[in-house]
């Protein structure tokens, strides 16, 4: 997927540019890689994400998957793969599969040393609802390899429009163990008072992830998303050519990145996908859709690292010096 550069087949590379995308996918950070085992349908296991993430001089990689917290892998991948020089990062989304929103298993994650708690994604009301009104849906997000039962819809507020308590317990995990809180597939309308309590709670660290699919912001939304002093990921399967996901052009990624500012976006891959581009060259098309777009490599540097380097917290010296 390599010859995929800014939205259109190089078929002629430019030397230079594909030296320069090169050059800033070093120590470039994926907050979303989606690769396997799973049950879903995936192109690359997370010891091939691992290998090509460190050919490419990555500097850390986020496992994500909807149904198990990839927590003890990551462990078990650091052991054996740490002279790779790649971070490995995990957390858990608080689907079905580990009892919703539940205590236990955000407890248990963060035992096993997961940064980040996404709220419900596949069992959120929202992500359900929207997959009973669009008959498309299934083209716009993976299906499982064999059926599974039907999940049950879990929502952040009761039917007061209170936050679960439950959900408060969670949220003084987060703020005690500093972990990164995603609000998953939630509805934007959920995310206003989910995030009001994290932050009275004392969570510190907050991520909005693909901000209009599902989640149903808009430009405004996002505005007030970074004031609130969250964090925005777009994911790059939406946008490059070759995704089976790509929804939207180059100057709606525009759009949004103004809206979020150069200093709260960061790019995430997204990819792992069965059919799609590997989650390293995904990266290279971003990035060459954002040189095309007229950003500057320092502004290019802060999407696909350095933000999401402050968000985890992780040694910003050592991003930039690799960078």
């Given at each position: 997927m ?9 078929t ?11 050059q800033?996918?070093v ?10 085992p799973?049950?879903?349908p ?17 500097r ?20 054996h ?34 940064r ?5 994604t ?6 359900i ?14 299906t ?20 679960h308590?439950?959900?408060k ?33 004392g ?59 150069v ?7 997204d990819l ?5 581009p ?17 950003y500057s490599e ?15 917290g ?10």
């Amino acid at each position: 997927m390599s010859d995929i550069i800014g939205g259109s087949s190089a078929t002629q590379p430019n030397p230079s540019r594909e030296a320069l995308i090169d050059q800033l996918l070093v120590g470039a950070i994926d907050l979303h890689c989606h690769s396997g085992p799973s049950v879903m349908p995936r192109g690359l296991d997370h010891i091939e994400a691992i290998r090509e993430a460190s050919e490419a001089g990555l500097r850390a990689v986020l496992f994500k998957d909807h149904f198990y917290s990839a927590d003890p892998i990551a462990e078990l991948l650091r052991n054996h793969y740490g002279h790779l020089n790649v971070k490995l990062l995990s957390g858990i989304a608080l689907n079905n599969s580990v009892g919703g929103i539940n205590r236990y298993a955000v407890d248990h994650s963060i035992k096993l040393g997961g940064r980040i708690v996404w709220m419900p994604t596949f069992s959120a009301a929202n992500h359900i609802d929207q997959h009973r009104k669009d008959a498309d849906f299934d083209k716009k997000f993976p299906t499982t390899k064999a059926r599974m039962l039907q999940p049950s819809p879990l929502r952040a507020l009761d039917d007061n429009g209170d936050i679960h308590d439950e959900l408060k317990f969670i949220l003084d995990l987060i703020a005690e163990a500093d972990l990164v809180l995603s609000a998953g597939h939630l509805h934007i309308s959920e995310i206003w008072p989910l995030f009001e309590e994290a932050k009275r709670r004392g969570v510190r660290r907050l991520l909005v992830n693909h901000p209009i699919y599902v989640v149903g912001a808009e430009l405004d939304d996002i505005r007030r998303i970074v004031e609130m002093g969250a964090y925005v990921e777009h994911s790059v399967c939406m946008f490059v050519e070759g995704s089976k996901f790509k929804l939207y052009d180059p100057a709606t990624l525009d759009s949004l990145i103004k809206a979020g500012t150069v200093d709260r976006t960061i790019l995430g891959s997204d990819l792992g996908q069965t059919g799609n581009p590997r989650p390293v060259d995904g990266f290279r098309a971003m990035i060459g859709i954002c040189l095309d777009l007229g950003y500057s490599e320092d502004d290019i540097r802060k999407m696909v690292s350095r933000n999401a380097a402050r968000l985890f917290g992780l040694d910003l010296d050592d991003t930039l010096a690799s960078a």
